[in-house]
Nanobody, 124 residues
Framework: QVQLVESGGGSVQAGASLRLSCAASGRTSSLYSMGWFRQAPGKEREFVAQHRRGSGATDYAGSVMGRFTISRDNAKNTVYLQMNSLKPEDTAVYHC?????????????????WGKGTLVTVSL
């Protein structure tokens, strides 16, 4: 089993930056893919970014490309999401996700493991 715990959320003004962290524990050696999803009130969970171990390949949603950066520290079993130039529409609960598959894609239902989330609120 795998446990994921997010941290780093908060309330900021538009244009500010935040860095989210997700620490994995348990059978972390099996996790090729780690990523971030977000869910705004009244909306479905949506893909934000993904990182694949080994190649270091990353994927981003179009809405965050150029503003968010996903990175991973394999020694610490931790994945990060650096969020710059935050906008009010980035307000959501951000969830960390992980999966043993090398390429799992952007469909939330395909990911095996989830954290409980951390709230990011961006105001004007």
């Amino acid at each position: 089993q795998v446990q994921l715990v997010e941290s780093g959320g908060g309330s900021v003004q538009a244009g500010a930056s935040l860095r989210l962290s997700c620490a994995a524990s348990g059978r972390t050696s099996s996790l090729y893919s780690m990523g971030w999803f977000r869910q705004a009130p009244g909306k479905e969970r949506e893909f934000v970014a993904q990182h694949r171990r080994g190649s270091g390949a990353t994927d981003y949603a179009g809405s965050v490309m150029g503003r968010f950066t996903i990175s991973r520290d394999n020694a610490k079993n931790t994945v990060y999401l650096q969020m710059n130039s935050l906008k009010p529409e980035d307000t959501a609960v951000y969830h960390c996700a992980a999966d043993p598959a090398y390429y799992i894609g952007s469909v939330a239902e395909r990911w095996d493991y989830w954290g409980k989330g951390t709230l990011v609120t961006v105001s004007l």
